[in-house]
């Protein structure tokens, strides 16, 4: 399956960590840039498209501005990006030039994909650049990406690229050489594991330990984001950057070096996999037993008569969590009405809203095809 899935793969994103390309001390490694950047090159030119996610900037702006310490204030990390990021893509326009390949860069923030309609503009961005042979070079905009704007770390944006884009394979690289069945710094015994079917609760606890010095990821954010993109049908690949060569030896077959993650079976429609995974949630609704069975196992729209509770302050068209008695999220979708109407509809029938609250515009709180059973 693994071995298949990678020569199949034609559209790949290749996410490359900060440790890989820079260090606080020695600022951007130019050497390490240049061969990745012939790597890539070697995998594009095995008839794939490649996208390019790359972290480093903070790391290497850090460098140049001469700071001691990984920034804790918010406008020293920005400034530090700012820096970074013109200096980073610097080396890879050099990198790639001298393989006659063309680059581009594209820096991202949350809100441009939580926006539909911003992120079917930046998909089309996206794939006129492939068609016309450029490795677009991504990063979150970190200069100006604030809090409730951010993706947090490249590991999540990589996922929401390979989904933005419809690959077939995200690569991560980094500094470790896969998912370990133990933490192998305290375990001489423990293995890597070559193919993982899927993301258990077993696996995310496996992944919790470990974390690399320089990215802000470490393994937990590489295995969330292999997770949510195995529901679109996409695959992960998290491989060892620092071994010469690895990358392309992968998809020529003659190496069976990192871990393979499986996509899922189920493919959820891109507008459904947006909903679920990159739209937060703004609010939620606990539900009764009814409606749990009647969207779960029925197939059904969400009604205002099986709320129990509603959480959060939103508005008509936010995403909201639904979850079971248990607290559990187990759903997430659209509303259709804000979070003070809720309050007002919630446990009644819709004869009894219209006699206590007047008609509606819409009978169901959250539609059908605006929801999405986690
Ligand atoms: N966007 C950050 C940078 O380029 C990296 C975030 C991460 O390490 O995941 O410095």
Redesign the pocket.
């Known amino acids: 399956m693994r071995d298949q899935l990678l020569k199949q793969a034609r559209r790949v994103v290749v996410k490359i960590?900060?440790s890989l390309v820079a260090s606080r001390d020695s600022g951007l490694r130019a050497d390490r840039i240049d061969r990745l950047a012939g790597e890539m090159s070697a995998v594009r030119s095995s008839g794939r498209e490649v996208l390019l996610v790359?972290?480093?900037?903070?790391?290497s702006g850090i460098q140049k501005l001469g700071l001691k310490a990984y920034p804790k204030s918010l406008p020293v990390k920005q400034a530090a990006?700012a820096v970074?990021?013109s200096r980073?893509m610097w080396a890879y326009e050099k990198a790639f030039e001298r393989l006659d390949q063309k680059v581009a860069q594209i820096l991202l923030t949350h809100q441009d994909l939580a926006d539909r309609r911003r992120f079917m503009n930046s998909r089309h961005t996206l794939t006129t650049l492939i068609e016309f042979g450029v490795i677009p070079v991504i990063?979150?905009n970190?200069t100006v990406a604030v809090d409730e704007i951010r993706f947090g770390?490249?590991?999540t944006l990589a996922g929401q690229v390979a989904h933005l884009v419809d690959a077939d394979l995200l690569v991560i690289l980094s500094d470790v050489d896969g998912l370990f069945s133990d933490d192998p710094r305290r375990n001489p015994s423990a293995t890597l594991m070559s193919v993982v079917p899927e993301i258990t609760k077993d696996i995310e606890r496996r992944a919790g330990v470990s974390s690399s010095f320089e990215?802000?990821?470490g393994m937990a954010t590489k295995i969330q984001a292999a997770k949510k993109v195995a529901e679109y049908g996409v695959a992960t690949l998290i491989l060892n950057g620092e071994t010469p060569g690895l990358l392309p030896a992968v998809f020529e077959g003659t190496s069976q070096a990192g871990t393979f993650i499986l996509p899922r079976g189920r493919r959820l429609t891109s507008r459904k996999h947006w909903i679920a995974f990159t739209l937060r949630a703004k609010g939620k609704l606990a539900l009764d037993d009814g409606a749990v069975e009647a969207l779960v196992r029925r197939g059904k729209s969400l009604l205002p008569s099986g709320i129990v509770a509603v959480s959060g302050q939103f508005g008509p068209g936010d995403a909201v969590a639904c979850t079971d008695r248990h607290g559990k999220e187990f759903a997430k979708g659209l509303v259709n009405f804000s979070s003070d109407t809720l309050e007002r509809m919630k446990g009644l029938k819709t004869a009894d809203i219209q006699k206590s609250i007047g008609a509606q515009e819409y009978e169901e709180v959250i539609h059908r095809d605006n929801l999405v059973i986690l």
């Open positions: 960590g900060s790359s972290s480093g900037a903070i790391v990006a970074g990021q980073l990063n979150e970190d770390d490249n590991d990215g802000t990821g």
